[in-house]
């Protein structure tokens, strides 16, 4: 069975992959474009946990993947150049990929540092002109030369042509202020739960 969802949230992602898999769906593949591959699995008693590693060297992911198998988990997905890591194992009590603090701190620090990369680089994308972000007035979404100061039909006729052209620079402006946010939040809880962890 393949499903195709994207998550920005690996915790919310960690979550509904352990339900599929009391569901009797098992993932035993992921790829980068948001598509999971199930097969059905009997064994229920089992988890599934989500790493974050910034781009491992490939000896590195190695020395990676034989730690965590000497402790019983099966890497499912990951690769040098993806951040995110699946694991799975048969539930034993020692369920969780980091049993101390600094590691969890650690693996924090590092959702945080790619939490604040995109909050960056998305607050660079936003348009901007002389100081002021674009597009908060519908108005200026629209590029037709003197379409404000027509009437009647040559008024309606440009105004509908340029609509959808205006309705997708307003959306990607509004999607990139958004999800800068959206980025800023998670950073910002990132480093509130790293601080729990080191005090």
Known sequence: MKKFKLFVDIRKEEAW??????????LVKKSSLGY??????TDTNQVIKLDFQRHLTKEKLETYIELYEE???KHIAGSRFSSVHYWIKEKD???ELFSDAPSTSAMLQRMASYYFMMFAVLLILIPS???EIFYLNPKDAYLTPGLWEKQGSHFVQSF???????????GFTWLLIIMTVFFAIKYT??????????E
């Not at 352990?18 to 009797?24: I, M, R, S, V």
């Not at 509908?160 to 307003?170: K, Q």
């Not at 809880?189 to 080191?198: I, P, V």
């Open 129 to 131: 002109g002389n100081g």
């Open 36 to 41: 999971y591959q199930f097969q059905k699995t």
């Open 93 to 95: 009590g020692h369920d």
């Open 160 to 170: 509908l042509f340029e609509t959808p052209f205006a309705f997708m620079r307003l």
């Open 189 to 198: 809880k990132c480093k509130k739960q790293e601080k729990t962890f080191t």
């Open 17 to 26: 992959l352990n339900e599929q898999l009391k569901k009797g769906y098992e």
């Open 71 to 73: 402790f019983g988990w």
